[in-house]
């Protein structure tokens, strides 16, 4: 057998080699029942969005829990210093807001109800 | 090549079902015949196919045109079948190594086989390379640059392939190939 011979041979036997009949229409059916690669896409790109939010309220979480010791610390660290000098000036502020009305009273207010706010938002995440 | 470029506006035109529509004919016996090539396995090579062909309907739209079409199908196809192949061994690991051999062997009686079984054994004792070269260049009379296209390795490469596999299919069928030098 020479070159051509081989050739001819070895065309013929693959010629033979195909996938059964239907195979098209198989593939078809199958993706047919599949969801709309659109809408996979959409679903991957949502739980992409919802993955780098949770990621993102964790960080900021963290930072305000953390901002929240830095401060209350201070506070504790300055009323340990200068506990008679604080209890003094506490005592004028109060003094002060009462004296001042219903717009001291609101502010105080307004301070108490934004830290349970921020307490409660740092709960929920 | 006219199609590949006819589908890839389709895709980029977000017109998938379309593509797909052309795509599927068009690449049905390369992605056929290279899982084929590497899996020496009729039925085994359709089934993958079809899994290449699901998995190309959900990635097209993802498909960003950098890579050649033809040359991100023949990735994802040979990827599918390197896998098929390796978790079919280590199946035949468990069981003796000769009997292993013939399970291998006989796995896939199809028509080709049957009309020509010298030729066929002959192919299957071709080392994977050689086996891959010869079954993609004879399977649908494509070029030298396009095996080396769907196995991702250089045309001069794929022509040593096809030098030492008729060399040696010439000499297991008992004949000599006079090739052309």
Same mark, same amino acid.
């Given at each position: 057998?020479n070159?051509?011979?081989?050739d001819?041979r070895?065309r ?12 098209? #229409?198989?593939? &078809? *059916?199958? /993706?047919a ?6 809408i996979?896409?959409r $679903?991957?790109? %949502? +739980? ?6 949770r990621?993102?309220?964790?960080r900021?979480?963290?930072?305000n829990?953390?901002?929240a010791l830095?401060?209350? #610390?201070a506070? &504790? *660290?300055? /009323?340990?210093?200068?506990?008679p ?5 506490? $005592?004028?502020? %109060? +003094? ?5 009305g219903?717009l ?5 207010a ?10 409660? #938002?740092?709960?929920?995440? | ?8 506006e ?25 899982a084929?090539?590497?899996?020496r396995?009729?039925?085994?090579a359709?089934?993958l ?9 959900q ?14 199908i023949?990735?994802?196809t040979?990827?599918a079948?390197v896998?098929?192949?390796?978790a ?13 051999a013939?399970v291998?062997g006989?796995?896939?009686?199809d ?5 020509d ?17 010869i079954?993609l ?5 494509r070029?030298v640059?396009?095996?080396a ?14 030098h ?8 297991a ?5 006079k090739?052309p030098a």
């Amino acid at each position: 057998m020479n070159r051509e011979g081989l050739d001819a041979r070895l065309r013929r036997h693959f010629a033979r080699v195909d996938t059964a009949p239907g195979f098209e #229409a198989r593939v &078809l *059916a199958r /993706v047919a029942a599949l969801p709309s690669p659109r809408i996979l896409e959409r $679903r991957l790109e %949502v +739980e992409r969005q919802q993955f780098a939010l949770r990621k993102r309220l964790r960080r900021e979480a963290w930072f305000n829990a953390a901002t929240a010791l830095g401060v209350g #610390a201070a506070a &504790l *660290a300055a /009323v340990w210093r200068h506990g008679p000098e604080v209890s003094d000036r506490m $005592r004028e502020l %109060v +003094e002060h807001a009462t004296q001042g009305g219903g717009l001291g009273v609101a502010a105080v207010a307004l301070g108490a109800w934004f830290v349970w706010w921020s307490w409660r #938002a740092g709960a929920g995440r | 090549m006219p199609a590949d470029q006819a589908i890839v506006e389709l895709v980029q035109a977000g017109r998938g079902q379309e593509a797909f529509e052309r795509l599927l004919p068009a690449y049905r016996r390369r992605v056929f015949g290279l899982a084929y090539g590497i899996l020496r396995d009729r039925a085994a090579a359709e089934d993958l196919a079809q899994e290449v062909f699901v998995k190309l309907w959900q990635a097209l739209p993802r498909y960003d045109g950098r890579a050649q079409l033809s040359t991100w199908i023949y990735a994802i196809t040979r990827n599918a079948a390197v896998s098929a192949l390796r978790a079919r061994r280590r199946e035949l690991s468990l069981a003796d190594e000769a009997v292993a051999a013939e399970v291998e062997g006989v796995a896939a009686p199809d028509a080709a086989a049957a009309e020509d079984p010298a030729l066929r054994r002959a192919i299957d004792r071709l080392p994977e390379k050689q086996r891959q070269a010869i079954t993609l260049y004879y399977m649908d009379e494509r070029s030298v640059e396009e095996v080396a296209d769907m196995m991702g390795i250089p045309a001069n490469t794929v022509k040593t392939h096809l030098h030492r596999a008729r060399a040696s299919l010439a000499a297991a069928l008992g004949e000599s190939a006079k090739e052309p030098a």
